[in-house]
């Protein structure tokens, strides 16, 4: 299966999905720590996160199929939301919220 077919895979398989370094309980950048805190202020308690060090293909991959050049990125119900900076300006202005409580 290629990367791109796999992250989709992923994507699609997954309510929220973070691509991020490391993974929730041991986040291995501070961009990837602040989406994770982010997703669990919003009350997030289940999410998958796909840890992109572990993976070059997906570490480069991701960044094609969002054609978003940097991580974390954050994926909910299919749709690509953003990075960590764009995740702080939805919590901060109440999108974020309002996009977990729709769904």
């Known amino acids: 299966m290629d990367t791109q077919h796999r992250i989709k895979q992923i994507v699609d398989e997954n309510a929220v999905v973070l691509f991020?370094?490391?993974n929730a309980q041991f986040p291995m950048c501070g961009f990837s720590?602040?989406?994770v805190q982010i997703l669990k202020a919003c009350g997030v308690e289940e999410f998958k996160t796909v840890n992109v060090l572990e993976d070059d293909a997906v570490r480069q991959g991701i960044k094609e199929f969002s054609n978003?050049?940097?991580?974390?990125?954050l994926y909910v119900k299919g749709e690509f939301i953003g990075g960590s900076d764009i995740m702080?300006?939805?919590y901060q202005n109440g999108e974020l919220q309002?996009?977990?409580a729709a769904a």
């Open 98 to 100: 309002q996009l977990f």
């Open 88 to 90: 702080m300006e939805m």
């Open 68 to 73: 978003w050049p940097t991580i974390p990125q």
């Open 33 to 35: 720590g602040r989406a």
């Open 20 to 22: 991020m370094k490391g």
